[in-house]
């Protein structure tokens, strides 16, 4: 039987200002990566963020970010390896407190929006994400684009690493997502999403915006739940998986 991990960014709700419907949205995916507050997040949306995934059996991990609250965490920032070494501690120890207080283990780490994107191009940057996550503790895992630096970055250092592709971002022919500043990095259509994500499960491929065909391992698919469609897209997802005879576990 096919297995794969459905995984989406939630916790971003910041004081007055919501985003997403994690609630709903947690019905349907087998891991959370939750806002660890610099990007978005505060103390309450994390702690209730924790709560309900314990409640919907989902397994959670950390998202952290470049301290830029102001862009969502979208900005590029030029940090000294020591610098991202201890953000990315300090808001994976801020998480901690709160799946300690549930009783829940962090089960992986995946980075935010630039941090991510950075980390996928450059290794220096994966290693030391990477190395602050195993000095931590090294049973948690990393979730890192397919193919990218912060693959080769993981096994390096020893974490187990959690391949991650996206149903609904467009990729160049390198491996990488396409910028969200470019036109068409996202893609809308529920159809061709679906599409996507049997293509990978099935075959190991998808197309990227170029037509070029990229071979990916797809250890967890990434749903976002920051759009006005993603409970819709999610639940159709969810559907399709089961018809076809997938099960959505968390990645082991």
Request: net charge negative; proline share 3%.
């Amino acid at each position: 039987m096919l297995r794969i991990d459905l995984n989406s960014d939630l916790g971003e709700s910041y004081g007055s200002y919501t985003i997403g419907c994690d609630e709903e949205v947690l019905k349907y995916i087998s891991s959370a990566n939750i806002a660890c507050g610099w990007h978005g997040g505060d103390p309450v949306v994390i702690e209730k963020t924790v709560k309900l995934a314990k409640k919907n059996g989902v397994a959670i991990g950390a998202h952290p970010s470049y301290p830029d609250l102001m862009g969502f965490g979208r900005r590029k920032m030029v940090l000294q390896a020591d610098e991202l070494k201890a953000y990315t501690k300090y808001q994976i120890g801020a998480f901690w407190s709160f799946a300690k207080s549930s009783a829940l283990e962090i089960a992986h780490v995946k980075a935010h929006g630039a941090m991510y994107n950075d980390a996928a191009a450059d290794y220096n940057i994966a290693r030391t994400i990477a190395e602050a996550i195993f000095e931590i503790d090294p049973n948690i895992a990393l979730m890192a684009l397919a193919n990218s630096q912060m693959i080769a970055a993981a096994n390096d250092v020893g974490l187990r690493v959690i391949s991650e592709v996206f149903a609904d971002r467009a990729y160049e022919d390198d491996g990488s997502l396409v910028s969200r500043a470019a036109p068409n990095s996202v893609i809308h259509d529920e159809n061709i999403c679906i599409q996507r994500i049997l293509q990978m499960l099935k075959e190991g491929t998808v197309h990227a915006a170029s037509g070029k065909l990229i071979k990916v391992k797809p250890d967890s698919i990434c749903v976002h739940g920051d759009n006005p469609s993603a409970l819709l897209f999610v639940q159709r997802i969810t559907e399709t998986l089961k018809l076809e005879g997938v099960e959505i576990t968390p990645s082991k």
